[in-house]
């Protein structure tokens, strides 16, 4: 059974797996690298995406760097630093000072770096990295990363002979902080030879009703499919966050305002109460007893500080 959140993504799913099996068939023939970019808003899917093609390789990768961006402040080369915290092999041939540098680590004094001689010496730590490949390259959240790493994923992608995919998520640029900038990286990514360009958008009804029948264990009713995918957009995110609580069997379907009163409640327990609040709006259309829902919507909008909405309810 395909795991819930990689439902109505199969299409894409293949393709990746098409573009890495070019990969595996010019390494040997001294072939450069190919890039495949999943961009979509937040919760659609990217990560999972990109975990799940990881997983169906063949072969598998001989080396998966990943690195992504920081929640807040990103400093140059945050990637490559989360990339070389993990990195437990030999020596770099790069000097120590620029790895410390590189690597974000403590006493990087001494010896300054132009520019271009860093992103230079990055690439080259980044090929012996994946030697002797084939290797996947992720590249979580690049809306999110410094103009430094930007510089140094766009190098990699057109890097002659590099045995690598790179794999790249984003959310649209201008949710990057740094939106022209973003929009550029991801234009150069899209140009190279043989780049794949995803766009994860909503499911449509018929992969909501496919997710509802996963978690009840039978078939759900035509009303329950549209208020669902109504309610949530189709977002991937927000309809496992509301499946969350439901059971993985049942015999017959989980009424959506059963499900979603389960839902708001915990999250409400869990110091959550906006995620409570989008339970409670989901559930309040199929509820034959508002009276609970409306219940857990006043003390959710309460605890967020939304007093009209408190007052609504």
Known sequence: MMPVTMVGRAGELDELAGVWARVVAGTGAGGGPRTAIVSGPAGSGKSRLVEAALAAFDPAPGTVLFGRARVHSPAPYDWLAAVLSDHRGGELPV???ALAWLAQR???????????????????????????????????DLHALDPASLNLIAELAAAPGLPALLLVTSRPPGESDSARLTERTLARLAGTPGAVRQYLGPLAAAHVGRLLEQVTGAPPSPAQVRSVHQRSGGN???????????????VAPVPVAEVALRAAAGHLAAGLPETALRAVEVGLPDAADPVP?????????TAAGRDADAARY
């Open 236 to 250: 991937p995110y927000r309809l496992t966050e509301l499946l969350a609580t439901a059971p993985a069997q049942r």
């Open 95 to 97: 000097p120590a000072g």
């Open 293 to 301: 829902l409306l219940r857990l919507g006043v003390a959710a909008a």
């Open 106 to 140: 403590g006493g990087a004094g001494g010896a300054r770096y132009a520019p271009g001689a860093l992103l230079r010496l990055a690439v080259t730590v980044v090929r012996t990295l994946v030697r002797p490949g084939p290797a996947a390259i992720v590249v979580e």
